[in-house]
Nanobody
């Protein structure tokens, strides 16, 4: 079974940027769509962005024009570039394989001054 490992979270001031990574064993993202979700304290996990195997990206309205999802050439790591971060972006961010439903362990993003 594929394993996903997120990294890149941390504490950032409002208006700042972070880049999250989701690393998989092998080039699994060449055959499986991958998505980022986030879960704020006390709230349900919500969709953030998805990248298809054809390289098509879609975003939640709340992050459109601020976040960018992409993958490396080897299709073994997916990134979430987050710009102009806001306090409402504070959450644990998870990546997920859309076929099979494998989740990573999550990485904490905190946006605060």
């Amino acid at each position: 079974q594929a394993q996903l490992v997120e990294s890149g979270g941390g504490l950032v001031q409002p208006g700042g940027s972070l880049r999250l990574s989701c690393a998989a064993s092998g080039s699994i993202f060449s055959t499986n769509n991958v998505a980022w979700y986030r879960q704020a304290p006390g709230k349900q996990r919500k969709f953030v962005a998805v990248l298809t195997t054809d390289g098509v990206a879609s975003y939640a309205d709340s992050v459109k024009d601020r976040f960018t999802i992409s993958s490396d050439n080897a299709k073994s790591t997916v990134f979430l570039q987050m710009n102009d971060l806001k306090p409402d972006d504070t959450a644990v961010y998870y990546c997920k394989l859309m076929i099979g439903g494998t989740w990573g362990q999550g990485t904490q993003v905190t946006v605060s001054s």
